[in-house]
């Protein structure tokens, strides 16, 4: 096996957690063998919270205990600015774990530094922000992903098998909705999901999720043959409190293909346990709930006439292996490296410029505060 990936981590909130602590589980586990991780640097807004967070990882339990005993922890280095990790020699790719608003700036300087870079969702704020990172990424030869976990998970690929094999028959429509009930007449309005400072709304902290599945489902349809959608219309709710979006819903058409209509909420919940559905002329396949981290999918066959109840539904199990599921992506990330590439085949720079334009679209066709908001793209 090759040397482990050596990873940076930014900021110490429950994303970063997550994240670094997937990489303490034995790969093994999810059946790869090829390649492995090592966390050599951790970056906080002191030594205190940095230090803080590894000792939180040094005294992690069950799957995650593994990497504990294996050296994934090894001389790792907590540090009080992001700078300092991104000039760390030991560290090879940095996972930028920041609000929103902040991805740009901080995977600019990493990429700037040298080092390859893997940002959580959004990947920007605005798709200018996105090209000026592309453009670094390439310049500087430096690998550079869109951390949308989902895409690695094994029902991604068994719901794709499944649409794809042409046994649903054509597509007729899709849609899917990322609704949630966080109390926003209420909640604090410094929360991230309700300051637009830190890019809050349902939009951009949401929209990654129905968006990947419409991405899965529709854009990688053989017979889409990867042309983007067309933007049909789209609609936001304000939450007046903060000016940020209640809800947004838009509808793409891929010609050929079928419509799609996404949906996110952050003021009631969604309905039942299913967060997306691919309507095609045999059979429906719903996806069921949480949009980020399903396990399982339903296939409903179309009855005989309209009279009739369905005659089939068929539930298909496809588990997360062992942790919570961000280690996938992690995978990816460390087998791009070691084979020299600046994007993922998986995951291209080219499938995020189309869910972050279709954000833009949504975003300034509303009337949200951030309706006129540009990124920092050129600073």
Not at 124 to 152: C, G, H, P, Q, S
Not at 299 to 320: C, G, L, M, W
Not at 365 to 373: L, M, N, Q, S, Y
Request: hydrophobic share 35%; glycine share 8%; net charge negative.
């Amino acid at each position: 096996m090759s040397q482990p990936i050596r990873w940076g981590i930014i900021s110490t909130g429950y994303i970063s957690t997550s994240f670094a602590k997937d990489l303490l589980v034995d790969p093994a586990t999810r059946d790869v063998y090829d390649v492995k991780h090592k966390i050599t640097a951790v970056g906080s807004r002191s030594v205190e919270s940095a230090d803080k967070f590894i000792e939180g990882l040094k005294n992690s339990e069950g799957v995650h205990s593994w990497g504990l005993t294996s050296g994934v922890l090894d001389g790792v280095m907590g540090y009080g600015t992001y700078e300092e990790v991104f000039n760390d020699p030991n560290v090879d790719v940095v996972y930028i774990g920041t609000p929103h608003t902040f991805h740009h700036p901080n995977s600019k300087a990493a990429l700037l530094a040298g080092k390859h870079v893997l940002c959580e969702k959004p990947f920007t704020f605005d798709l200018e922000e996105l090209d000026e990172l592309i453009k670094i990424a390439k310049e500087k030869k430096l690998f550079l992903m869109e951390a949308v976990w989902t895409r690695f998970h094994p029902i991604a690929y068994a719901v794709q098998e499944e649409l794809f094999s042409g046994k649903l028959g054509k597509i007729k429509r899709f849609q899917a909705d990322f609704s949630m009930d966080m109390k926003p007449e209420t909640a604090d309005p410094k929360h991230r999901m309700l300051n637009p400072d830190l890019g809050g709304g349902s939009l951009l902290d949401m929209g990654p999720y129905p968006s990947v599945w419409a991405m899965l489902c529709m854009q990688h349809h053989p017979s889409n043959q990867n042309r983007p959608p067309k933007l049909l219309s789209s609609y936001q709710t304000v939450l007046k409190r903060t000016g940020v979006d209640l809800n947004s819903r838009w509808l793409l058409e891929w010609e050929g293909v079928g419509q799609g209509l996404l949906l996110t909420e952050m003021g009631v919940k969604g309905f039942g346990p299913m967060t997306a559905l691919v309507q095609c002329e045999e059979a429906d396949l719903a996806i069921h709930w949480p949009p980020y981290k399903p396990e399982s999918y339903t296939i409903h066959t179309h009855p005989q006439n309209r009279d009739s109840p369905e005659t089939q539904a068929v539930t298909h199990h496809v588990p997360i292996h062992p942790g919570i599921g961000m280690h996938y992506e992690a995978d990816e990330v460390a087998r791009c490296l070691l084979a020299g590439k600046l994007e993922s085949d998986r995951m291209p720079w080219e499938e995020s410029r189309i869910v972050q334009g279709w954000f833009d679209e949504v975003r300034k066709a509303g009337d949200t505060v951030h309706k006129d908001w540009k990124g920092h793209a050129g600073e």
